[in-house]
C-alpha cells in the first residue's frame, strides 16, 4: 500500500475524485478480476445471480457442481426442480434462485439461441437478471460497457463525494460519464476490493488508504 505524497493536488469535483480513485486504484489493485469462478458468460450468468446475498466464495463452493449438472443452458433449462434447489440450497434464497436459473436457462434457449445476450435490455430480460447483474457479465464476460453498482462501490462513491445517490441504477448513472467506457467494469471491481479491505461499512480504516487525501469522509 502507497500511501498518497501530501503534495498531489486535490481533485475537488466528483469527476476529478472519480478519475484520481481509479488511477490510484488501479496502481493498487493492478491485477484485480471478478472473483466468481466461471469459463463462459453462461457460467458468469448463473454464478452473479446465485451470489445475490451471498459471498462468492460460497457461490463458488457451489458451481462446480452446478454446471457439472447442467454445463449448458439446454441442460439447466430442463432441471428438475427440487434437484436445482438442493444445489444451490447453501447459497441462501435456494427457492427463488433455482426459479431464475430455470427462467433464464429457458429464456436463453427459446429466444436467444442458448447464447448470451450482450445488449442491456435482452439482459436484464431474463428472469433474476438485473443491471448489476447485467453490468458483470457485459463488462467481464462479454468485454463490453458495464458498471456494476454493489454494496460496496455505493458505499465508497458516496464516501469519496462521486455522488449522494443510494438508489444503485441512479449511483451507475452518475458514475458512467466520469469513467471511460473500457474503464467503467474494472473501477466497479477496484471499488469492490478497496471497500472489502480498507474502506468496509463499519471502522474504515482511513490511515492506510491511498485515497485519505481527497476523500471528504476521512478520518485521517
Do not use: W
Not at 30 to 45: G, V
Not at 83 to 98: C, D, M, P
Not at 108 to 121: K, R, T, W
Not at 181 to 201: A, D, K, Y
Amino acid at each position: 500500500m502507497r500511501l498518497p505524497s501530501p503534495f498531489v493536488g486535490r481533485p475537488r469535483s466528483p469527476k476529478g475524485r472519480a478519475a484520481e480513485t481509479n488511477r490510484r486504484l488501479t496502481e493498487e489493485y493492478p491485477d484485480a478480476e471478478c472473483e466468481l469462478d466461471h469459463k463462459n458468460p453462461f457460467q458468469l450468468l448463473a454464478a452473479t445471480i446465485l451470489s445475490a446475498q451471498c459471498t462468492d466464495k460460497r457461490v463458488n463452493m457451489v458451481t462446480p457442481s452446478l454446471f457439472a449438472a447442467y454445463p449448458e443452458p439446454k441442460d439447466l433449462a430442463g432441471a428438475v426442480p427440487h434437484e436445482l434447489e438442493e444445489i444451490v440450497r447453501s447459497t441462501g434464497f435456494y427457492a427463488s434462485k433455482a426459479r431464475s436459473l430455470l427462467g433464464m436457462a429457458q429464456r436463453l434457449v427459446e429466444v436467444y439461441d442458448s447464447e448470451v445476450p450482450g445488449a442491456m435490455a435482452d439482459l436484464t430480460s431474463l428472469p433474476g437478471v438485473g443491471r448489476k447483474t447485467a453490468n458483470v457479465v457485459r463488462s467481464v464476460a462479454l468485454d463490453l460497457p458495464g458498471l456494476p453498482v454493489d454494496t460496496h462501490v455505493g458505499r465508497l462513491s458516496r464516501r469519496l463525494g462521486m455522488t449522494v445517490e443510494t438508489d444503485p441504477v441512479k449511483v451507475e448513472m452518475e458514475l458512467n460519464p466520469m469513467v471511460a467506457s473500457t474503464e467503467r467494469g474494472r473501477f466497479s471491481l477496484r471499488l469492490i476490493l478497496h471497500g472489502r479491505r480498507v474502506c468496509p461499512s463499519r471502522r474504515p480504516r482511513c490511515g492506510e488508504c491511498v485515497l485519505q487525501d481527497f476523500c471528504p469522509s476521512s478520518e485521517v
